[in-house]
Structure formats: structure tokens, C-alpha cells
């Protein structure tokens, strides 16, 4: 079974827990960026069109997990199959990741929000919400073209999903919104602001790329370019490098230094909320405020861990049971699509144990909360068998409730 591509891109961003760099990754499907799936330059550009992305996150680190392992892969490659933008990243202490890993996970938590933080800012910079600037970071020049009609785009599909320790993480994870709200208003020498101009200076980056295989909106963008000199005179038919302005393939280097260079801070950190006694900010103090929609959330957990082995992992320490709405941990997979796949043969968490857990869940959320059992799988997914079902499990439930949103609009 063939393993996705080679990432599209990779790059550093900081953590929201103290700054630590996490080495991250992005796929994206040749059918949502850089293929015919997305209307935005063709003849039906008029047709409503949701971004689709997934954030996929590794096993235990000290037992050797990370974004290399081979059922993030396989999980990485059937979201891609269904056009799904794919990202994932190392927690800290993994691979090109810098720190070390905690035993309590609270640091490796706060490691996931940052990426997920800087995922959906940088869907919303790449296919904004609403045209014109004030819906995104992303002031370049291609951002008006490439927005592209409708001027209301429908919220984007996001699919949060881990494998062992990390459907643990997705587990713990706040509910959406709440983690959105973390990087809203906030200090233009804060963390959060790193990450969301990182995931804008990507965009930028994404969509020169996209100019560069799309012949049709290159020939657009030459025509609405004044005055570019020696870049006007290289514009080509085809969809290619020579399509796009000199300066603008420049930009796109630049980005990509900055993007792969670990962030270092050398200001004393002050982000939103304040973490420091005696700091009151004025309004000068914040970046422009930015509203990404929040998008229809699904959750995919495979072998996802429970205790004991889940309170080895974090210290047996207790997270928060409630999140900032008020809701139990696990009442966003009551509202959201979810799908649970296990392996029969689980010998650190059994199938028992997961039905036991799942069984209330099943029956008040109705259809939206799914489980696999696969009989040929015990945790590490050896089995080319079971890989298959794996893969076609993930493929037909995404195909099934991402099809059913997208049609009640």
C-alpha cells in the first residue's frame, strides 16, 4: 500500500507552552491545492467550496513515536485521498523537535493546540473566509485572486486525529472554539502571534505555488500586475515557474527560510491572557484581531489508549474534565462526527475496555459516534490486513459525513 508523498512542506513553529520549537509538516492533496478539486479557478467558481484539513498526531514518544511513524503515514495517506490537506507535527523532545517529553503531557498538549492554532489560520489565510483583508493575515498580492467567488466561503472541514498516545492528546484537547479564541487577540510580541504570522508567511507561500500550476490564474494575475518590469515580460501560458513574478519567487524563498529556521525569542514574552503580574498592554500592544469560523470538527482516534496506560502518560494526572463551555471532556464526540478504530488483538488497551467506554457515547450521539473493530490488528498495525481496513474504514467514514455536511448547507 503505497505511503503519502513526500511533504509538501516543512517548517518550525513555536509552542504556546514555553516557545519550544516543533518541527511540523504539511501534505496537501493534489485535489485541494494544487488540482482540479478546488473551483477557484475554474469555470464554476460560483459553487460554494469548504477547505478540507487534518491534523494527525503521533504515538508515545519515548517508545519511538513520531510523524515518521508508518499508521500516521498510512492514516496520512487516505485522508489525502479524499483531498484532505494533511498536517502533522513532532512533540517536543521528538525528532527535529526541540525540549525534552514531561510525564505529565501538559506541555505536549499545549504542543498540539499551537499546531492546531497554526493549521486552521493557515487554512483561513489560504482560502479566506470572506474576501478582502480583514478576514485573514494574509495581505500579498495574489490574496485577492486567489479568494476567489463565492465572497462567503462555507466553514472548513477539520478532521482531529491521533494514533495511540496521540488519539489520547486529541482526546484532551479543548473543543475547537475554545482553542480558535486562544489566538484572537493577541500581543504582537506573544507566542501566538509568532504562529499566526508563521501560518500566514505559509500561505503566501502555498498560494505562489498554486500560481505556479494553475495556467489560468497565472495569465490573471499577469494582467492585474502593474508596472512588474522584467517579471510582466517572463509570462508564460503554462502553468510553471516562469509564470510567476521574479520578486514574488523571492518572497517565496525568504518565507521558506524564515519558516525552517527554529523561532528564538529574544523580547520577554507577554501573551493574551498575561502571564506576568504588573503588565497592562494597551490597545497598540495587539495585532489586528482575525476571526476564523469555526469549522465542522471531526474526530478520528485509532488505538486510542485508556487506563491505566492513559494515566501513565500523563503522570496520573488528572486533566481538566470540563472545558471553558462547561461541557465533560468527551461531550464534543457526542456533537461531532467520530470514528473509533481498534484493533481486536490490543493488548494495551483491549477492546473491552473501549466498548465499555464508547458504549454511552454511541448511544446518545446517534450515528455521528462510530467504531471499527478490526479483527486482525493488535496496537501497532503489522498487519497488511488490517492496514487495508484501516484505510478504508478512515476513507468511507470521511466520505460519508463530509458529504452529508456539505450537503444540508
Not at 93 to 103: D, E, L, M, N
Not at 302 to 322: I, N, Y
Amino acid at each position: 500500500m503505497d505511503l503519502p508523498p513526500a511533504p509538501t512542506y516543512e517548517f518550525y513553529i513555536p509552542s504556546i507552552h514555553d516557545d519550544t520549537a516543533l518541527a511540523c509538516r504539511i501534505y496537501s492533496a493534489p485535489e485541494s491545492h494544487f488540482g482540479g478539486g478546488s473551483p477557484d479557478f475554474e469555470d464554476n467558481r460560483e459553487k460554494p467550496w469548504a477547505p478540507k484539513g487534518a491534523i494527525v498526531a503521533h504515538p508515545y514518544s519515548s517508545v519511538g513515536g513520531s510523524y515518521d511513524d508508518t499508521t500516521v503515514l498510512h492514516m496520512v495517506s487516505a485522508l489525502m485521498r479524499k483531498s484532505f490537506t494533511v498536517g502533522t507535527f513532532n512533540f517536543r523532545g521528538v525528532g527535529k523537535s526541540g525540549g525534552k517529553a514531561t510525564w505529565t503531557s501538559k506541555a505536549e498538549l499545549q504542543d498540539y493546540i499551537s499546531f492546531v492554532g497554526f493549521f486552521m489560520y493557515y487554512l483561513s489565510n489560504v482560502y479566506p473566509p470572506v474576501q478582502g483583508s480583514e478576514s485573514c493575515d494574509n495581505h500579498f498580492p495574489l490574496q485577492p485572486i486567489l479568494s476567489g467567488v463565492p465572497a462567503i466561503r462555507p466553514p472548513a472541514h477539520l478532521i482531529l486525529a491521533g494514533y495511540s498516545y496521540g488519539a489520547l492528546m486529541t482526546r484532551y484537547l479543548p473543543n475547537v472554539p475554545a482553542m480558535l479564541h486562544r489566538f484572537s487577540r493577541v500581543l504582537e510580541t506573544s507566542t501566538e502571534a509568532e504562529i499566526r504570522s508563521r501560518a500566514a508567511e505559509l500561505a503566501t507561500v502555498t498560494q505562489i505555488d498554486i500560481l505556479s500550476r494553475r495556467p489560468i490564474a497565472a495569465r490573471e494575475v499577469r494582467s492585474r500586475s502593474k508596472g512588474k518590469g522584467k517579471g510582466k515580460e517572463r509570462a508564460r501560458d503554462s502553468g510553471s515557474l516562469d509564470s510567476v513574478p521574479t520578486d514574488w519567487l523571492g518572497e517565496k524563498e525568504t518565507l521558506m527560510w524564515v519558516l525552517q529556521t527554529p523561532f528564538k525569542r529574544k523580547e520577554i514574552k507577554n501573551s493574551w491572557p498575561n502571564r506576568g503580574m504588573g503588565f497592562s498592554p494597551c490597545e497598540e500592544d495587539f495585532i489586528a484581531q482575525v476571526h476564523v469560523p469555526t469549522p465542522k470538527t471531526h474526530y478520528l482516534l485509532v488505538s486510542l489508549l485508556l487506563e491505566p496506560l492513559a494515566a501513565f502518560c500523563t503522570g496520573f494526572r488528572k486533566f481538566a474534565r470540563l472545558d471553558v463551555d462547561g461541557d465533560s471532556l468527551d461531550e464534543k464526540f457526542l456533537h461531532n462526527a467520530t470514528l473509533v478504530v481498534h484493533g481486536k488483538k490490543d493488548r494495551l488497551t483491549s477492546i473491552a475496555k473501549i466498548d465499555k467506554w464508547a458504549d454511552w457515547r454511541m448511544v446518545d450521539s446517534g450515528e455521528r459516534f462510530q467504531i471499527v473493530r478490526v479483527a486482525d490488528s493488535g496496537h501497532f498495525w503489522r498487519d497488511e490486513t488490517a492496514v487495508k481496513t484501516l484505510r478504508a474504514a478512515v476513507g468511507m467514514w470521511v466520505q460519508k459525513h463530509v458529504r452529508e455536511e456539505s450537503e444540508s448547507n
